[in-house]
């Protein structure tokens, strides 16, 4: 049996609640959740070769996904994967809505700037992210698989509400492509500083690159696990969670 642990922020409870109706038909895995809301995971320390929680806060968020557990010991599972935590396409937004380079494309009302500074911003901003620091902590504890899975992309609705501006790129299919494939690059060198894997939601569930189809973000979850307003459009549902983790089944595979 595989026994995985999955570490992450709200954007994991949609696979928690999707593992509830697919786990009896995948005898051959464990999963153990620990889902905390927000940034709180980002607060474990590294005691006796064990990630902790020294609030009882945390402790008892923890254990609320987890079963009980308040603790991730390495030895109790054969892999571990980190959801979200400011590591995903959406924390790069704020600099394509900003800046653009000769190999993206150009922008009559962006700064430009160059091809390599462009890509390094992106690794920087990634590497920057809590899920790289949870791996780097648990890179020194255990040389296990470590995956990476990217915050979902946010819904194509985004493009009408939160990225309006760059809602004219969708004239320009070409600039968004080469917007994700930035990321896509910039998220392999980040996963690759830990020795990670990078899991990157299926290209069926783009509707462009670096939006999701709406029909995901329809019902979308939440850290409490229940279902949240319908003009989130960050948040995906039991449908998307679902398809990640048939993914991630077929990642394990191959590793």
Same mark, same amino acid.
């Given at each position: 049996?595989?026994?995985?642990?999955?570490?992450?922020?709200?954007?994991?409870?949609?696979? @928690?609640?999707?593992?509830?109706?697919? &786990?009896?038909?995948?005898?051959?895995?464990?999963?153990?959740?620990?889902?905390?809301?927000?940034y709180?995971?980002? %607060?474990?320390?590294i005691?006796?070769?064990?990630?902790?929680?020294?609030?009882?806060?945390? %402790?008892?968020q923890?254990?609320?996904?987890?079963d009980?557990?308040? *603790?991730?010991?390495?030895?109790?599972?054969?892999?571990f994967?980190?959801?979200?935590?400011t590591?995903? +396409?959406?924390?790069?937004?704020?600099?394509?809505?900003?800046?653009?380079?000769?190999?993206?494309?150009?922008?009559?009302?962006?700064?430009?700037?160059?091809?390599?500074?462009?890509?390094?911003?992106?690794? $920087?901003?990634?590497?920057?992210?809590?899920?790289?620091?949870?791996?780097?902590?648990?890179?020194?504890?255990?040389?296990?698989?470590?995956?990476?899975?990217?915050?979902?992309?946010?819904?194509e609705? /985004?493009? @009408?509400?939160?990225?309006?501006?760059?809602?004219?790129?969708? &004239?320009?299919?070409?600039?968004?492509?080469?917007?994700?494939?930035?990321f896509?690059?910039?998220?392999?060198? /980040?996963?690759?500083?830990?020795?990670?894997?990078?899991?990157? *939601?299926? $290209?069926n !569930?783009?509707?462009?690159?670096? +939006?999701?189809?709406r029909?995901?973000?329809?019902?979308?979850?939440?850290?409490?696990?229940?279902?949240v307003?319908?003009?989130?459009?960050?948040?995906?549902? !039991?449908?998307?969670?679902? @398809?990640? @983790?048939?993914?991630?089944?077929?990642?394990? &595979?191959?590793?």
């Amino acid at each position: 049996m595989k026994r995985v642990c999955i570490l992450g922020n709200s954007h994991a409870a949609c696979w @928690l609640l999707a593992w509830k109706t697919m &786990q009896r038909d995948n005898p051959n895995y464990q999963i153990t959740f620990f889902m905390v809301g927000g940034y709180e995971l980002g %607060k474990l320390i590294i005691e006796q070769g064990k990630l902790v929680a020294r609030s009882e806060k945390l %402790k008892t968020q923890m254990a609320l996904s987890a079963d009980g557990l308040t *603790q991730i010991d390495p030895s109790a599972y054969d892999a571990f994967v980190i959801v979200s935590l400011t590591f995903g +396409y959406r924390n790069l937004t704020p600099l394509f809505k900003q800046c653009c380079s000769v190999a993206t494309g150009m922008r009559s009302d962006n700064q430009l700037i160059s091809d390599a500074l462009m890509q390094q911003s992106v690794d $920087d901003i990634l590497t920057a992210s809590l899920a790289l620091k949870l791996a780097s902590q648990l890179r020194q504890i255990s040389n296990k698989l470590i995956v990476l899975a990217p915050a979902p992309c946010q819904s194509e609705d /985004a493009l @009408l509400t939160k990225d309006r501006e760059l809602s004219t790129l969708l &004239q320009r299919p070409d600039i968004l492509h080469n917007y994700y494939t930035l990321f896509a690059t910039g998220a392999k060198s /980040a996963a690759n500083t830990v020795k990670a894997k990078v899991l990157f *939601q299926p $290209d069926n !569930t783009l509707s462009v690159p670096g +939006y999701t189809k709406r029909q995901f973000a329809r019902g979308g979850i939440n850290s409490t696990l229940t279902t949240v307003a319908a003009e989130d459009v960050s948040h995906m549902n !039991t449908e998307f969670g679902a @398809l990640m @983790l048939v993914e991630l089944i077929l990642a394990l &595979q191959q590793y």
